[in-house]
């Protein structure tokens, strides 16, 4: 009797945590993945996202869920070869590079633009098959701000643009510039008024959306005092006028736009800024109430969503590597990017067969203004990274190995100083950086390791080292990981060498292993 009674509730039970455990969390990815703009065609869903001053820019991913994405390619190798770009002369572009891109899908060709402050201009390219390519490339001045691209029904194109006063012009029909004869014209006076005055971060990254026949435009605004706030505006005409209100004001997710599902569901795509891992995406409900787009539950970002799991970021999102390339494959999986332009003569997979080799040719001042440093992401809660080192080959001055970069960097590698090797723990937190502990080194392989923990915000980063990959010591001290604006992402594992007296020498990396468990300091 007992177990007749039980049974149905057991059943219940367990149906009801089968759910939870299916059901898709916020934020949908734990990692860097600011700025987004996505598009659904047929049952797959596509999305662009920033990575400023990095190289390949431009990130696409697709997912069929809308939850777990995986990388597909890049809008672009370099975005241009000018010295800010090529970490010549002394300069840098950390920041900057490209911003918040459009994609969109029209008469069958795949579009992504963005806009650059170190070209001064607007980039757009375009190809036929978004997962493998090609992609062609055109440009024309100026930088139109935090654009959105849009083609209207009649046939005419269209930029908005800006920041708090919105602005419109034309594009030509091939969407290579300014339709002749076009002027711009301003079509929101104030967008940030439905979020308040009091002043703050005016209404920017604008996206436009065509649901049955009326215009969404949706940014983001940050009042004074405030959070981080949805702005939408309706209009029946493009040009207006436009009528607006608050679209969502919670957790400071925010900056986005729409989209739907084969089954006609809609869903808003947002980020958060979080601390040292970056700008993180989020996913909220979307309701429609009288021609309005409602966001959220009650107001409010769900932790959970009725939609698939989450699975790992590995190895979609960041992955490790053992540097060993099949024929056929290329030099480096697309988890990878260069901290701006790298040198491709120095660099190698088939030099050393399993290895990545890192070449000097130039004398640098400093790590963050030396190339190529190759990146990946940090991703949360918490990450680990280990790489193994042949210093072999390095020369007096060189330093090489591995760094958490940011702004605030902290590294862990080796340097070759008067002749003598040695293991060393650089912090950045000062805004110079300094040799926080340095260990004699009598042998050529090196065994070099740094974690992250983002949990509840801690922004922690912590360096080991072993001379054989099982007895590990700490080196340095934890270092804190702000985000801070000077380089506008999150912090990224990078792999590094660099020259300061003699050029020649080079450092071979056997691996790169990203986990997301500490293995320290959990």
């Known amino acids: 009797m007992i177990k007749r009674f039980l049974f149905p509730i057991l059943l219940i039970l367990s149906q009801h945590l089968l759910a939870q455990v299916k059901q898709a969390q916020n934020p949908i990815i734990f990692a860097d993945v600011p700025d987004m703009a996505m598009i659904r065609v047929g049952n797959t869903y596509y999305m662009s996202s920033t990575t400023m001053h990095m190289s390949p820019g431009v990130p696409i991913m697709k997912s069929k869920d809308l939850v777990n994405w995986e990388m597909i390619g890049y809008a672009y190798d370099t975005l241009a070869n000018v010295d800010d770009l090529n970490l010549n002369n002394g300069k840098s572009t950390y920041g900057r590079g490209s911003w918040a891109s459009s994609l969109r899908f029209h008469n069958g060709t795949y579009y992504v633009t963005t806009f650059a402050q170190t070209t001064g201009k607007t980039h757009i390219y375009t190809t036929k098959d978004i997962e493998k ?39 030509n029909a091939d969407v290579s510039g300014v339709k002749e004869g076009s002027t711009e014209q301003v079509i929101i006076e104030n967008a940030s008024t439905p979020s308040g005055t009091k002043g703050g971060l005016p209404a920017e990254g604008s996206q436009l959306f065509k649901v049955n026949g009326k215009y969404y435009l949706f940014n983001i605004t940050w009042p004074r005092g405030g959070m981080r706030t949805v702005v939408i505006h ?41 601390g040292g891992v970056g700008r993180i995406p989020y996913l909220v409900p979307v309701k429609w109430e009288d021609g309005w787009p409602v966001l959220g539950e009650n107001g409010k970002v769900p932790e959970k969503l009725d939609l698939p799991a989450n699975k790992s970021l590995i190895p979609n999102i960041v992955n490790s ?15 990878w990017q260069w ?43 918490v990450c680990s990274g280990i790489t193994s080192l042949d210093i072999s080959k390095m020369k007096e001055g060189d330093f090489a190995g591995l760094s958490l970069l940011q702004k605030d960097f902290g590294w862990v590698g080796v340097k070759i100083e008067n002749g003598e090797k040695s293991i060393v723990m650089y912090s950045n937190a000062s805004g110079k950086p300094i040799e926080v502990q340095k260990v004699p080194l009598k042998q050529n392989t090196i065994f070099l390791m740094a974690e992250c923990d983002f949990r509840n915000r801690a922004d922690k980063g912590y360096f080991f080292y072993s001379f054989d990959a099982k007895d590990w010591k700490p080196i340095g001290e934890a270092i804190k990981m702000p985000y801070t604006i000077p380089h506008f992402m999150g912090y990224r594992f990078g792999l590094f060498n660099y020259a300061t007296k003699n050029v020649g020498g080079y450092a071979d990396f056997d691996f790169f292993k990203i986990q997301d468990k500490l293995v320290f300091n959990e």
């Open 133 to 171: 390519g090609p992609w062609k490339a055109i440009s024309f001045k100026p930088a139109y701000h935090d654009h959105t691209l849009f083609f209207d029904d009649d046939g005419r194109n269209y930029l908005i643009y800006g920041g708090g006063k919105l602005k419109l012009v034309e594009l």
């Open 234 to 274: 309706r209009a029946d005409k493009i040009t207006g006028p436009w009528e607006g209100k608050e679209g969502l004001q919670d957790l400071g997710v925010a900056q986005g736009g729409l989209i739907d599902t084969p089954d006609g569901k809609w869903y808003s795509y947002l980020f958060r800024d979080f």
């Open 321 to 335: 590597d053992e540097f060993t390339r099949k024929k056929g494959e290329t030099a480096l999986p697309l988890v």
């Open 339 to 381: 901290n701006h332009n790298p040198d491709n003569n120095l660099w190698s997979v088939t030099e050393r067969k399993g290895f990545l080799r890192l070449k000097t040719a130039r004398i640098d001042s400093s790590f963050v203004l030396a190339r190529n440093t190759l990146t990946q992401r940090t991703i949360g809660p």
